[in-house]
């Protein structure tokens, strides 16, 4: 049974950065796609990022492109979020998910980034 287990979430302050890790269980086929959803207090489930296993290629939500990216290391199957230039409104709970036939099926139980003004 595939497992997802994120970590690297914690208090920053405004303008700082983390760096979130996510290992996943068992292989990560080629055409398999990794993602990072977030979760804010009262908030929906929102999709953060994604990249595919086997070409590498990302995509960002608006909100946080051009300070978040996501990387993977195949080899360790660990997929990763370097969060910069963090705002308040970049707190929330954070998943790692991975996807199955066009769905995310398979989720993390989630690592806290709380941003502090």
């Known amino acids: 049974q595939v497992q997802v287990e994120e970590s690297g979430g914690g208090l920053v302050q405004a303008g700082g950065s983390l760096r979130l890790s996510c290992v996943v269980s068992?292989?990560?086929?080629?055409?398999?796609?990794m993602g990072w959803f977030r979760q804010a207090p009262g908030k929906e489930r929102e999709f953060v990022a994604h990249?595919?296993?086997?070409?590498?290629?990302?995509y960002y939500a608006d909100p946080v492109k051009g300070r978040f990216t996501i990387s993977r290391d195949n080899a360790k199957n660990t997929v990763y979020l370097q969060m910069n230039s963090l705002k308040p409104e970049d707190t929330a709970v954070y998943y790692c998910?991975?996807?199955?036939?066009?769905?995310?099926?398979?989720w993390g139980q989630g690592t806290q980034v709380t941003v502090s003004a």
């Open positions: 990249i595919t296993w086997g070409g590498g290629s990302t």
């Open positions: 068992g292989r990560i086929l080629s055409s398999h796609v």
């Open positions: 998910a991975r996807n199955n036939v066009g769905s995310w099926t398979y």
